[in-house]
């Protein structure tokens, strides 16, 4: 496809459920996001990948969040023993470093209910 | 104070208004300066993008920012129902580093 994908667009879990949350970002792109957007809030940061490694993961907000992309394409974002306020939109952006300026390209987001 | 400041809104506008919108950050380092679309339930979309100060224009979109009042603007011309949306700022030090967002306002445009 042309644009970032995410899979699923909607999961809901329990309260203290392990999940994952899949980005495919736009071929031939090495630079992945991962963002949160809570209701009536601008998306922050949780990560940022360049290539296989995690150049800055200082946006996780504890040790229950990890994020991978062993390939350096597609990246999961797993959140172990979830927890009611873990509920958002989990929305991946993918940038090529060629790119002037690195313009991110967001996808639909994962909109995640820990209920 | 938040490194973006950005009015939530909403605010409400007939069609055919000139829309303006705007953002204030305190971080001097920030140097690209984006405009992103959100319709409900979907992701952003980047409208505009600008590097330093300086104006853009794309279509009914100009996108201004004044780094001297760290200060960024985007204006709608002739706006339309279907510009109705979250329109939010975005910025960053440098290329390919995340985005510092704005809260978003949200737009509506009555026929």
């Known amino acids: 496809g042309a644009g970032v994908s995410q899979t699923p667009s909607n999961k809901v879990t329990e309260k203290g459920k392990y999940v994952e949350l899949r980005c495919d970002p736009i071929s031939g792109h090495t630079a992945l996001y991962w963002y949160r957007q809570s209701l009536g809030q601008g998306p922050e940061f949780l990560i940022y990948?360049?290539?296989?490694?995690?150049?800055?993961d200082s946006g996780l907000p504890n040790d229950r969040f990890f994020a991978v992309r062993p390939e350096g394409s597609v990246s999961t974002l797993k959140i172990q023993r979830t927890e009611r306020g873990d509920s958002a939109v989990y929305l991946c952006a993918s940038s090529s470093i060629a790119g002037v300026g690195g313009e991110q390209f967001f996808g639909p987001g994962t909109r995640l209910t820990v209920l | 104070q938040k490194e973006v400041e950005q009015d939530p809104g909403p605010l409400s506008v007939p069609e055919g208004a000139i829309v303006s919108l705007n953002c204030t950050y305190s971080n001097s380092a920030f140097q690209y300066f984006m405009w992103y679309r959100q319709y409900s339930r979907k992701g952003p979309e980047l409208l505009m993008y600008t590097y330093s100060s300086g104006n853009k224009e794309d279509g009914r979109f100009t996108a201004q920012v004044d780094k001297s009042s760290k200060y960024i603007s985007l204006f709608i011309r002739d706006s339309q129902p279907s510009d109705s949306a979250t329109y939010l700022c975005a910025m960053s030090g440098s290329g390919n580093t995340p985005l510092v967002f704005g809260k978003g306002t949200r737009l509506s445009v009555i026929a």
């Open positions: 990948f360049q290539g296989t490694g995690a150049a800055d």
